[in-house]
């Protein structure tokens, strides 16, 4: 009997171990993550519907993340903290066994630069192959010489986002022009004052998301504080230090940079278990989920101007090509280079990453639950949401006469097909279904009664309630 324990030990100690080397920390860290490392990933995607041969695309919509970025300023002081800080427990330690060789001798890859935040050249690289698949994909929509009208380029006033719509214009017009070896050309990129781009910093311009994101956040840190005190007890123990939880919330931040910018993940990130990992990977998502994602409504309906772009753009194509107008007198692609706090919420808007019960309750604008803790499996997560690059295309096609409907919306994530909860699970939506189910119940809220009207005005309660009396159609939520 006591043999038979033993090799029963010995099986669940192989089956783990044969688990853990299938294990591969780059594809978990929440939006942090390489979009080399997310793209691929099946979570939530489905097999491309047939879109029939003689249905032509006419327009294309994209909104992407900027690419991989190098820490933040604030980021790179707390690394410098945290040498110091090793250094000091390792000598507490007084050479035990347990301590990895690495750790007394780390110095931080950003020791001595004192400006962060930049899109670094990975993140080049991504938006510019992004933009020679999108042209390889879609070639009939960048046949046209480029003209900034026929294809226009929209970044926010973050230099990040702006070089990544450079990175990708360069890959989308390569080969396009006289300038230099690669044979480029030079093109636009507009950005509207980030004080009041309402269309990509939505975030940064609704004071009322800024206060409940001020509010939300110390509730937030409670919520991942039993992960980081049962990890900070566990990584401590396994390995003879004195971690405490900002160590240990340090440390994950160091893991996440080595292994997405870095391509290393044989030091910090060996530190961790896969389990625990994938508790600190759901800690992020919950504290996305519940600032940016399905969280709270608020969170998502104030990326309408946005929305309401995308919808216009697409009626803009349609009215050209009915009209007949000539080529190279409109638009064919709007692209547009922002940041998570802007895919994030435009995805919860198109309903991605939802089943149908689900997608019923945001339509009237109920939270959802939160994600559900590791080992359970979840559909919301930041590593394939919106990583490093991440992106949604629109792409309006137009099919012949005789059939009805005869304008279809297809929605790419990641450049793959994915459900579209509003169409039936579908990936390949009718415009007016497309309209009437995703974006008309997104549009009774104005921007401006959503962010900056003050619920409890009793003036603006009454404004609100002559509103809807009136039946307005920009409606307030009391």
Known sequence: MAMKSVWITLLCLFVIAEADQGFDVRHHLSTVTRYSASKEVSQNLIKGSNVPSECTPIHLNLVARHGTR????????????????????????????????????WISPWHGKVKGGELIRQGEEELYQLGIRVRERFPTLFEEDYHPDVYTIR?????????????????????????????????????????????????????????????????????????????????????????????????????KQEASLLNVT?????????????????????????????????????????????????????KAREDKLPPGSYEKARLRFAHAETIVPFSCLLGLFLDGSEYEKIQKEKPLELPPQPPKTRDFKGSTMAPFGGNNMLVLYSCPAASSPKYFVQVLHNEHPI????????????????????????????????????????????????????????????
Request: contains cysteine; aromatic residues 8%; charged residues 25%.
């Open 70 to 105: 190098s820490p933040t300023k604030k980021r790179l002081r707390e690394m410098e903290n945290l040498s110091g800080r090793l250094k000091e427990l390792v000598r507490e330690a007084e050479a035990s066994e347990k301590v990895p060789g690495w750790l007394g001798k």
């Open 155 to 255: 970044a926010t006033q973050i230099p990040r986002a702006s070089a990544s719509a450079v990175a990708f214009g360069m890959g989308l017009f390569s080969e396009k022009g006289d300038l230099g070896p690669g044979s480029n050309r030079a093109f636009a990129v507009t950005s509207e004052n980030r004080a009041s781009d309402t269309k990509l910093r939505f975030f940064e311009c609704c004071q009322n998301y800024k206060s409940y994101r001020k509010a939300k956040g110390p509730a937030v840190d409670k919520l991942k504080e039993p992960v980081l005190d049962k990890i900070t007890a566990s990584v401590a123990n396994r390995h003879g230090l004195n971690f405490t939880k900002q160590d240990i919330s340090s440390l994950w931040f160091l893991c």
């Open 266 to 318: 044989n030091q910090s990130c060996e530190l961790f278990t896969p389990s625990e990992v994938a508790l600190l990977e759901w800690a992020d998502d919950l504290e996305v989920f519940i600032l940016k994602g399905y969280g709270n409504s608020l969170n998502y309906r104030m990326g309408v101007p946005l929305l309401e772009d995308v919808l216009h753009s697409m009626e803009e194509a349609i």
């Open 419 to 478: 459900a579209l909860p509003g169409c039936d699970g579908k990936d390949f939506c009718p415009l007016e279904d497309f309209k009437a189910k995703v974006v008309t119940p997104r549009l009774k809220h104005a921007f401006d009664n959503l962010c900056n009207a003050n619920p409890d005005d009793p003036e603006q309660k009454h404004q609100s309630l002559w509103s809807w009396l009136l039946g307005s159609s920009q409606k307030t939520e009391l």
